[in-house]
């Protein structure tokens, strides 16, 4: 779970790539990061960073990071 947790504030705050995020976080290829990512959260790395940031949803930055 905590892969998911970091992937997801990657995707949110940072200006990586898809593909830098999966390099980051150890998987092998995109494709088995976006297989993980979407059977946790059923949504695909891409759809999550569309949601994150669209501006009717943007989430606020943790304070205590």
């Known amino acids: 779970k905590s892969v998911v947790i970091k992937a997801k504030i ?16 150890n998987f092998t290829t995109l494709s088995a ?20 940031c669209s501006e009717s949803n943007m989430l606020l930055p943790p304070s205590n990071l």
């Open 33 to 52: 990061f976006t297989i993980y990512f979407k059977r946790l959260t059923n949504q695909t790395p891409l759809e999550y960073r569309k949601y994150a």
């Open 10 to 25: 990657l995707l949110a705050y940072s200006t990586m790539s898809i593909m830098q995020i999966s390099e980051e976080l």
